[in-house]
């Protein structure tokens, strides 16, 4: 028994009882070719290899040129070996599998120079665009597209007729062009790629323009023939200096003197108690030190100073132009053409794109100031632990993750849970505080305030000052683009239908409900609709525990893209309060409008500067303080003569 | 006799109901008038907009000897151009002492700067107010502690501090004791004989004692005119009276 | 217009005998007055004995300072009725202002110190170069901003930290009461303006070093050579002076028509429109005026703390200012100042580690994380069961003494009175 057992291990670790198949059949056809590759004799084995069509074939090449095949001294079969201190694992060229180990010393490793692998590479190229998996078809374009080489035209071209995905198929059609127009030869062919891209959006169909514009700048009299892009004017497209070190690098002035060689200059020539005659005490100014250089360079002590008041005749006398590195003026002509309109569409679909980001932050602002929006419609109170709500949300979901770890049940269990515990901390809320300070709006919002401060350092002494994480389902990760420009992400797409259900729900409960027409009572003359048998305790009750379960679930809504922490209601409240004030009290479309606004606001204004999302911010907040001097009641104003 | 407030034509629109329509008024100097009317006939929107709470959406204002146009003032400016409004609920400052109440109407310069910089002791102007209303034993008590009809008083006081011309006073008698209602009668009728006094009442009572011309306001318009017995002789002045009674009793 | 019909036209001030008391011999300003002058003289004594620390002396000094800012937010919210959020800003502007001058100065001196050494005489622009990099060179930088133009000039810089406060208060509160925004609205923008700013001052390319501040504030140019010690004392001298002085003036202020004018506005500000007052410019004249207040409150604190930087300017900070009003109990000038001066000793005592931990068996409470906690709950607490704060307890005491006399009453005298009713 361990004698047969010790038969198989040996057996196994044989490679001679790898079995010979078509590839390895193909492959010892060509063997010493392959074990020795060069350049030169390699191209006519490489055609066969593709010629034959096995699905096994890339791998092999893959492996070839990653010098991850090596080749079995005693029989001349060749595996996928990996090194193992001294000996290699082996695996069959057929289908991977495992065939046991050889000594190192008896194999030898496959090493294809850089020249050879460049042409496996092409020729894997080849088998790729044509693999049955997408992914790798994609992953051949990505490579292809990184590094464009000409030798791939026609390979590429050939995968396109039999390419049934459309999307891959866009691509290798514009990978197509996009070779063409920056390798190609025939002015024609280039022209009609150029008119094909100017149709594009894509990242890609922008660099190919843009390779093909590319453009060096020449000092003096361009050469005869030269396709020129511009001769740049002093002032308007370069600094005087960038064009006198320009003038300086042809050797045309002398360089450019800083302010530390000329004070390195006069230091090093100080003598006695002077510089070139100047005494030190008087080189206090910047004009003294470059007169007093300017005598040194004078007497050849140190090197000259380019002319600065002759920079104009000079610049006159030696006109610095752009050429372009494309010589035919046709190309380059159309390509400018091309790029404006690539530009323009682009352009179009960053506003576009703006949008998508613009509603789904008016999302995350409505969800979050929507409670706030019905509270203060209809108790007329400013409630500053709102923003603590959506944290006792996301701490929700949190606390639930930890209990649930699958990210879909938890997520499904704590929407609903963070409703009903921020909820019942707006219902305790309101009981406790917020009832006994009727009719007194500003302590109400201080008392909130304290209730607010407390709060979070409560979360904060049990949850730590770190930053805890909501992960969301794998469903959610991931972002739907449009193009290559347009694209939003998965969460960002659920916010925006969360917003919509609620938006949806609190129109339903304000319209259709005995609750809302109370509400609507409440908040048009609350004397009158007391005095028509409404309690309204009770309308207050109901509307805090839906304002603040509504903030719960924005809660977990916000948590899963952003951080959760124990301030991070702080940073929603003012944006609730400008959102809901903004919209105009008391009403649900308002808040809609007013959220709609303020972050179509705030994207607009990202997108004018892009750096700076702090700036962002003031300048929006500052437009809302103008803005409400046009519109005091908000954009959805509240009606009728009881108004004050 | 010329006409110290004249309004002309002036409407006022509430999100399509029409508080005021095509009103036109005027009162002379000296003149007690009194305004009634049914609810809604638009008698507190008519002193809204003399006193510059609200603007007309058409129609003049003008007022004094320069026939100044109020719709274009500021409710500081007119109450300093000298019309002086008396709410129907008593406003006054209920955790100042009466002097302090008083003292603020008197009349004097209302720049910030001039009141805090050229202080004056306007102690014996503030009693002699307060005795106009006999409340000059009261001097030092925060008016929240006072009755009602006190209160109502206070205000009077304010009003007649503030040395208006035109006084605008709504529903002096609402919540009165009957000794309180003849002593506010008097007083009004006291005060409208050196200057324009219109009273807004419901309480026929009331209007009867002051005696006065009486102005029926009905659905924002001036519906008639005349001494009381007069204008309750009117067909129509019956007919809304009594045909709203209808209606509600229907 | 005429004058008023008063006929003695006695001077308030100066009235005496059967006049109004003068201001200093009311009964608050003398009490108020004598406690600031027993704390400062006894701390000084305890300091120049080594009893108390140098950081303890800071400490008394920057809480007089926060009491001129409570006086002022007293003076806009207790007695004017407008929830202003934004009031710390001025202060923080204020120590800005004053920052800006204290680093100039100092990094100046040092860097000529520096380039003293050079073999060639510093050019003007050698030296600003360098006061740049050294002031900017921790936001990446070192051009000088324009708006250091001016921070070498110490007059200037004084003015500045009354009057940019004063222009900003001026043109925001022009805007917002012309256009009758009032109550939570108001408060929400005055929120907004700060939040606005504080975020502009955390932008490292504003030209005022971002989220770092300015900092090594204490070091006083040309005083180099005396010490901390010594410099705590004269600041706290000066602190005291300025709390006296805005003592006064407060005190003055709401005294008389101008005071009554005020708590009309609070409580009622469409009737004193129709008694003629033009309520937009007193609620300006009392925004503008705290503010500038506060600026000249912050110029006094920073230097004391040393650091100024745009958290100090966010939107909490002005919220606490009401906090310490409201637990002072506002509406009263002492009131302010103890509330003040109450919560941000306890402050630094819970969160210094004064306070003992206490703790429960399966739990320890630890001050430093409960302090909060504490402050937030105990707000509530007086905000719902003693709105008149602790100020509140001088009225007790008062009535015992003397029954009759009508104390000056809290705004929520008529919220408490509706209260009783109900009961």
């Known amino acids: ?30 063997a010493e070719d392959i074990a020795k590759p060069s350049r030169r004799t390699i191209q006519p084995v490489l055609d066969d290899l593709a010629a034959s069509d096995l699905p096994a074939m890339p791998d092999f090449l893959e492996a070839w040129a990653d010098k991850g095949v090596v080749r079995h001294d005693a029989d001349g079969l060749f595996f996928y070996g990996t090194r193992e201190g001294d000996i290699y694992a082996l695996r069959s060229v057929e289908d991977g599998t495992d065939v046991g180990e050889v000594a190192r010393r008896d194999a030898s490793e496959l090493k294809p120079n850089a020249g050879v692998r460049k042409l496996i590479a092409t020729a894997l190229v080849q088998f790729q665009l044509n693999d049955p998996d997408p992914d790798r078809r994609r992953a051949a374009l990505d490579s292809l597209s990184r590094n464009p080489t000409p030798d791939l035209l026609a390979p590429l071209r050939a995968s396109i007729e039999a390419e049934e995905d459309r999307l891959i198929r866009n691509r290798k059609e514009a990978l197509d062009r996009l070779i063409t127009i920056r390798f190609g030869t025939d002015q024609t062919a280039r022209l009609t790629a150029i008119d094909w891209m100017a149709d594009r959006i894509s990242l890609e169909a922008r660099a190919a323009l843009n390779a093909v514009l590319t453009t060096d700048r020449i000092v003096g009299t361009p050469p005869e023939g030269a396709n020129i892009a511009r001769t740049l004017q002093v002032g308007t497209d370069i600094t005087a200096e960038v064009a006198l070190d320009l003038l300086a690098d042809e050797g045309i002035v ?36 470059w007169t007093a250089y300017a005598a040194l360079s004078g007497t050849g002590l140190a090197p000259p100073r380019p002319p600065v008041d002759a920079a104009a005749i000079l610049l006159a006398m030696n006109p610095i132009t752009e050429v372009y590195d494309e010589a035919d003026p046709a190309i380059t002509e159309a390509a400018v053409a091309a790029l404006a309109q690539v530009d323009a569409r682009v ?74 515990v921020a909820g019942a901390a707006g219902v305790a809320l309101e009981r406790l505080v917020i009832r006994h300070l009727a009719h007194r709006p500003l302590e109400t919002l201080l008392a909130t305030f304290g209730i607010s401060v407390a709060l979070q350092q409560i979360f904060k002494n049990i949850f730590g000052t770190q930053a805890v994480p909501l992960t969301s389902p794998d469903w959610l990760a991931g972002a739907w683009s449009l193009n290559d420009v347009v694209g939003i992400s998965y969460i960002r797409i659920a916010i925006f239908v969360l917003a919509a259900v609620f938006l949806a729900l609190l129109v339903y409960i304000l319209r259709r409900t ?80 007013g959220a709609g606004l303020i972050g179509g606001l705030q994207k607009g204004i990202e997108w004018l500067n892009p750096s700076n999302t702090l700036a962002a911010q003031t300048y929006m907040i500052l437009f809302i303080i103008l803005f409400i001097q046009v519109r005091p009641r908000g954009i959805v104003a509240q009606k009728g003569r009881f108004v004050q | 006799m010329s006409a110290l407030l004249e309004v002309s034509g002036v409407t006022k629109t509430f999100d399509g109901f029409r508080a005021i329509d095509d009103l036109s008024f005027s009162v002379n100097e000296p003149e007690l008038r009194a305004i009634i009317g049914p609810n809604g006939a638009g008698k507190t929107t008519f002193m809204d907009l003399v006193t510059g709470k609200i603007r007309p959406d058409a129609g003049t204002i003008c007022y004094g000897d320069l026939s100044r146009d109020l719709t274009k003032m500021s409710e500081a400016q007119i109450a300093r ?74 205000e009077i006081g304010m009003l007649l501090a503030q040395e ?49 011309r009486v102005t029926v306001l009905h659905e924002g318009h001036a519906l008639a005119e005349g001494s009381l017995d007069h204008v309750c002789a009117d067909p129509r002045v019956i007919d809304v009276y009594l045909g709203r009674q209808e209606a509600a009793d229907a | 217009m005429t004058d008023a019909a008063s006929s003695s036209g006695q001077k308030y001030l100066g009235g005496a005998g059967a006049g109004p008391r003068p201001l200093i011999a009311r009964a608050d300003v003398l009490v108020f007055l004598c406690a600031l002058a027993f704390v400062t003289i006894v701390a000084t004594l305890m300091a120049q004995a080594g009893w108390v620390s140098t950081s303890f002396v ?85 051009d000088v901003p324009a708006l250091w133009t001016f921070a070498g000039s110490l007059p200037l810089q004084l003015a500045f930290a009354v009057l940019v406060p004063g222009a900003i208060a001026l043109i925001f509160g022009w805007l917002a009461f012309r256009s009758r925004v009032v109550g939570v609205y108001l408060s929400i923008l005055t929120q907004a303006g700060t939040l606005a700013l504080s975020l502009w001052l955390f932008q490292n390319d504003n030209g005022l070093r971002g989220n770092n501040g300015l900092s090594g504030l204490q ?205």
């Open chain 3, 58 to 142: 800071k400490l008394l000094g920057k809480t007089l300072c926060l009491c001129i800012a409570a006086l002022a937010m007293d003076l806009v919210w207790g007695f004017t009725g407008i929830l202003s959020l934004g009031h710390f800003a001025f202060f923080g502007i204020g120590g800005y202002a004053i920052g800006m001058w204290l680093m100039w100065s100092r990094t100046e001196g040092i860097v000529l110190e520096t380039l003293s050494r050079a073999p060639l005489p510093a050019t003007p622009l050698e030296i600003e170069e360098a006061i740049g990099s050294q002031i900017f060179g921790v936001v990446g930088s070192s």
């Open chain 1, 1 to 30: 028994m361990r004698f047969l057992l010790a038969l198989a291990v040996a057996l196994l670790t044989s490679p001679v009882a790898a079995q010979t198949g078509p590839v390895q059949a193909l492959l010892q056809t060509h």
């Open chain 3, 219 to 423: 070091n006083i140019p040309g005083l180099s050579g005396t010490p901390q010690s010594t410099l705590s004392l004269w600041f706290l001298w000066g602190s005291a002076v300025a709390l006296a002085l805005a003592y006064l003036l407060a005190a003055w202020t709401v005294s008389g028509r101008f005071g009554s004018v005020l708590r009309g506005i609070r409580d009622d500000e469409a009737r004193v429109r129709f008694l003629g007052y033009e309520v937009e410019r007193y609620k300006l004249a009392v925004f503008t005026g705290t503010a500038m207040a506060c600026g000249v409150a912050g110029a006094l604190y920073y230097p004391q703390a040393g650091i100024v930087n745009p958290a100090e300017i966010a939107p909490i900070a002005s919220i606490y200012l009401a906090v310490w009003v409201a637990i002072g109990g506002r509406g009263r000038l002492y009131g302010a100042v103890i509330g003040a001066a109450v919560v941000s000793l306890a402050s630094s005592w819970f969160t210094g580690g004064g306070a003992p931990d206490i703790d429960l068996g399966f739990y320890e409470i630890k001050w430093t994380d409960w302090w909060l906690v504490l402050l937030g709950l105990s707000f509530v607490a007086v905000t719902l069961f003693a709105p008149k704060g602790l100020g509140g307890l001088v009225d007790l005491w008062t009535a015992r003494r003397a029954m009759r006399r009508q104390g000056d009453l809290g705004p929520d005298q008529g919220a408490l009175r509706a209260e009783e009713e109900s009961r």
């Open chain 1, 514 to 593: 005995r609750l809302g027409l109370e509400v609507r009572a409440v908040t048009q003359n609350p004397g009158m609709a007391a005095s028509l048998g409404i309690d309204p305790d009770r309308v207050g009750m109901a509307t805090f525990a839906l304002g603040s379960g509504i903030a719960g679930v924005a809660g977990v809504a916000i948590g899963l893209f952003a951080q959760v922490t124990s301030e991070m209601g702080a940073g929603y409240i003012v944006q609730s309060f400008m959102t809901v004030v903004v919209g105009g009290v008391g009403s649900v479309f308002g808040t809609l409008a």
């Open chain 1, 347 to 420: 352009a179009r679909a960053q506003a576009a794109d703006m949008t998508l980001d613009a509603v789904s932050l008016a999302s995350i602002y409505f969800l979050a100031a929507i409670g706030l929006a019905i509270t203060f419609g209809v108790m007329g109170v400013i409630n500053m632990a709102h923003g603590e709500f959506i944290m006792i949300g996301a701490y929700t979901g949190y606390v639930v993750q930890q209990i649930v770890p699958d990210y879909t049940w938890s997520l499904v269990i704590a929407l609903p849970l963070a409703f009903v």
């Open chain 2, 81 to 154: 151009a000298g019309i002086g409004r008396k709410f129907q609920k008593p406003t006054v400052f209920e955790d100042q002492t009466v002097e302090e109440n008083l003292t603020m109407a008197l009349a004097a310069p209302r720049a910030p700067f001039a009141v805090l910089f050229r202080r004056t002791d306007a102690r014996v102007a503030a009693r002699g107010a307060a005795a106009r209303v006999g409340l000059e034993d009261r001097m030092q008590t925060p008016a929240g502690v006072l009755s009602h009809g006190q209160k109502q008083w206070l």
């Open chain 1, 254 to 289: 002398p360089d450019a003197v800083s302010r530390a060689d000329r004070d390195a200059a006069l230091v090093a020539n100080i003598a006695g108690a002077a510089v070139a005659g100047t005494p030190v005490a008087q080189l206090d100014t910047e004009e003294a030190r």
């Open chain 2, 164 to 212: 208006p011309r035109l006084l605008l006073v709504d529903e002096p008698a609402a919540g009165m004791t009957s000794a309180e209602r003849e002593r506010t009668t008097e007083m009004l009728v006291e005060a409208a004989k050196t200057r324009a006094v219109v009273v807004i009442e419901h309480d026929m009572e009331f209007v009867r004692r002051l005696n006065c």
